[in-house]
C-alpha cells in the first residue's frame, strides 16, 4: 500500500520559516518526480514547486521562487519543502504529490 506522509507543519510568525517532509513508503520513490501543492480556504490547489526524479531539476511558482527549497533524498524516500521568509499568504495545507499519489496534507499558517 502506498503512502505519502508530510510532516512539518505548523504555526510560524511572518518571516519565520518551517521544512516540511514527505516520506513515502510502499512506492519505488526515485520513478515519479515530486510536486508540492497548496490549498488556502477559499481557492484552488496551485503548484508551489516540483523536482525531478533525481532532483537535477527544480521548479517554483513566481509566488515562492527565492523563498522556498524543494529537495528530496530517494535513499530516505522522503521529500522536503523548506520555506523561508514566511507570509500570511503562505498560509495553506500544503500537499506532496507523487504520480497518482497523494499526502493527507500538513496545515501551514502564517501569522501576520
Do not use: H
Not at 1 to 28: I, Y
Not at 46 to 56: C, M
Request: hydrophobic share 30%.
Amino acid at each position: 500500500q502506498v503512502q505519502l506522509v508530510e510532516s512539518g507543519g505548523g504555526l510560524v510568525q511572518t518571516g519565520g520559516s518551517l521544512r516540511l517532509s514527505c516520506a513515502a513508503s510502499g512506492f519505488t520513490f526515485s520513478t515519479a518526480a515530486m510536486n508540492w501543492y497548496r490549498q488556502a480556504p477559499g481557492k484552488a490547489r496551485e503548484l508551489v514547486a516540483n523536482i525531478s526524479r533525481f532532483g537535477g531539476s527544480t521548479n517554483y511558482a513566481d509566488s515562492v521562487k527565492g523563498r522556498f527549497t524543494v529537495s528530496r533524498d530517494n535513499g530516505k524516500k522522503t521529500g522536503y519543502l523548506q520555506m523561508n521568509s514566511l507570509k500570511p499568504e503562505d498560509t495553506a495545507v500544503y500537499y506532496c504529490n507523487l504520480a497518482t499519489y497523494w499526502g493527507q496534507g500538513t496545515q501551514v499558517t502564517v501569522s501576520s
